[in-house]
């Protein structure tokens, strides 16, 4: 069973969105997926999986409240093992001291980020368009790959850029290249990026995905939304 972290200390970068996204895609191929929703008090991740219908495709999702102490959700996780083939968990923005012990249990940390310098900022510091080193964040990241390499254990970084404007700016097409420039410094991979479509937030707050869109509702851009998400997850599997 893989353990799949998603984690940013900025808010509002789209984390239970691609989460909801990546469960539905990989339940879609027939794996079984649950997740664990740690981002209190809103759990959107819980309320959108409630939000789901019965005809569709069930999704399991559990609320925890992490309070620093990791040992009750390492429990949990450890209760899946045999069921599931991922397990997801959502985590808050904020605070990442606290998450530590938290991503030390992943196996993958998925990373959404927008177009935006700030948001940037904490994955890549930038001091030119050709010189950049590690922000806060990613130097967090090192340390748990580091320590968790001291068990013998592996911790694949993705860094997804996220919510990038439909129609392409040269913002976003500079980011993405700096984000592509700097992956052997951050020591994470760069996966391909997710437009900020309206099909998302659409399907999202009715508890759907692109992945239970009938063929009767497929459209040229849902289509496309469809395979970024597919694409996306076959990065996160290191399958591409």
């Not at 925890?64 to 923005?93: A, H, Q, W």
């Not at 605070?95 to 959404?112: H, N």
Request: proline fraction near 3%; glycine fraction near 4%; hydrophobic fraction near 35%.
């Amino acid at each position: 069973m893989k353990i799949i972290v998603i984690n940013n200390i900025k808010g509002g970068t789209g984390k239970s969105t691609i989460t909801a996204n990546l469960i539905s895609s990989l339940i879609d191929i027939g794996h079984k997926v649950c997740s664990i929703d740690l981002d209190s008090p809103q759990h959107t991740l819980f309320n959108y999986v409630n939000n789901r219908s019965e005809d569709l495709p069930l999704m399991e999702c559990e609320t925890m409240d992490y309070k620093g102490d990791c040992n009750e959700i390492k429990n949990k996780i450890d209760s899946l093992r045999e069921k599931y083939d991922f397990v997801f968990v959502d985590t808050p923005g904020g605070d990442f001291e606290s998450l530590k012990d938290i991503c030390m249990m992943a196996d993958i940390i998925v990373t959404p980020i927008s177009d935006s310098y700030l948001d940037l900022d904490v994955v890549l510091q930038i001091k030119n368009k050709q010189s950049f080193m590690p922000g806060c964040y990613s130097k967090i990241i090192w340390d748990i790959k580091k320590k968790k390499s001291q068990d013998s254990k592996n911790l694949d970084w993705v860094i997804v850029p996220n919510k990038f404007n439909v129609r392409k700016t040269k913002n976003q097409e500079s980011v993405y290249k700096l984000l592509s420039k700097a992956s052997p410094v951050l020591s994470g991979r760069i996966s391909n990026f997710i437009k900020d479509r309206v099909v998302f937030k659409e399907l999202f707050n009715k508890g759907r995905t692109v992945f239970d869109l009938k063929k009767s509702e497929l459209t040229v851009s849902r289509v496309a939304a469809k395979n970024e998400i597919r694409m996306l997850s076959k990065y996160v599997l290191g399958e591409i």
